[in-house]
């Protein structure tokens, strides 16, 4: 029951992603082909408010709902992992017309062949863990 | 109740995802989905293989709830929020898919040319469904983070590697679309 709270943010932002089309393979071809300020006034507007919270969060203005403050844990440095890795995700998400979020909202909508993609997707993971130490990071 | 119906403009869109994000902190988490990957290779049993696998997954219960969360929202979207599935792409889209071999764009939310049942069963569909499924999963977990992860949270915090990774986001999703698409269809 705990667990609870997270069910409801999932299955509010599975909503958002869903009636905003993000979940369209379409909308993201038409993103990088720059045809529609669709995406990039989603992507856009949620970073420019997310920037506003988290500099309460780091001001210490807004607290966990215990009270505590709320640090966000920087990203692991590295050019080389977050640019080659970013490139490599990027060619699956043109391709795909995904990213992590909108697969598992795809499967709730009953799309059959989005198992496979998410089957790629852990296989994916996996290899990256097996074979990251002959990576450059 | 005419607006839930309609398709979604980003301007409400956007804004809500933030608070999905800050939700997310204020319950004491983060706002990643590409870590599930790992941990659903942990259930798969890939700690037997692997000593990063091994670690305590049920730890990780609240973002596979979340996860779960997004399922339900897909079908509570589907089912009863979306009586029209079609999408208004702009005319320059539609003529662009089907000078390249897509037929109706946008008048479902997929195309039958990668996720119809027909084409899953294909071995050229099969192939660049679980191919794109890997360079997602490969490509998140090197870079450490998502759309959600580096593009939403990590370009909030004004995170520097976060940049780097959504610059590369698009430099993949650039030459997918403009150069590698166009000969796969």
């Known amino acids: 029951m705990k667990q609870i709270k997270f ?27 720059f045809q529609s300020f669709h995406m990039y006034g989603i992507i856009g507007s949620a970073v420019v408010i997310g920037i506003v919270i988290m500099y309460f969060f780091k001001k210490g203005s807004l607290k966990t709902y215990k009270g505590e403050t709320i640090i966000v844990k920087p990203k692991e440095k590295g050019i080389a992992k977050n640019l080659i890795g970013g490139i490599i995700f990027g060619l699956g998400w043109a391709l795909g017309g995904v990213c992590p979020g909108p697969i598992f909202v795809l499967i709730g ?29 | 109740m005419d607006y839930i119906l309609q398709p979604w403009p980003w301007y409400f869109a956007g804004p809500m995802i933030a608070f999905c994000m800050y939700l997310m902190y204020y319950f004491g988490k983060k706002f990643g989905i590409s870590s599930n990957l790992e941990t659903l290779c942990a259930i798969g049993g890939a700690g037997k293989l692997n000593d990063y696998f091994k670690f305590d997954w049920r730890k990780q219960k609240w973002n596979l709830v979340f996860i779960l969360g997004l399922a339900i929202g897909g079908l509570i979207a589907n089912d009863w929020l979306t009586p029209n599935q079609t999408i208004a792409l702009s005319a320059q889209t539609v003529q662009d898919l089907s000078e390249i071999g897509f037929a109706n764009a946008g008048s479902t939310y997929l195309p039958d040319e990668i996720y ?27 870079a450490g983070g998502c759309t959600s992860g580096h593009a939403i949270a990590g370009l909030s915090s004004l995170s520097f590697e976060s940049l780097i990774a959504v610059i590369g986001f698009f430099i993949g999703g650039l030459i997918m679309t403009w150069f590698i698409l166009p000969y796969l269809f």
């Open chain 1, 7 to 33: 069910l409801l943010v999932g299955v509010l932002f599975g909503i958002v992603l869903s009636k905003s089309e993000v979940i369209s393979w379409y909308r993201i071809f038409e993103m990088f082909k």
């Open chain 2, 116 to 142: 119809g049942v027909n084409t899953l069963f294909s071995i050229k569909g099969f192939l660049i469904l679980i191919l794109a499924g890997f360079l997602i999963g490969f490509g998140t977990r090197y």
């Open chain 1, 109 to 137: 909508k009953g799309v059959v062949a989005i198992l496979i993609v998410l089957l790629g997707a852990v296989l994916g993971a996996f290899l990256y863990h097996v074979t990251k130490h002959k990576l450059p990071h």
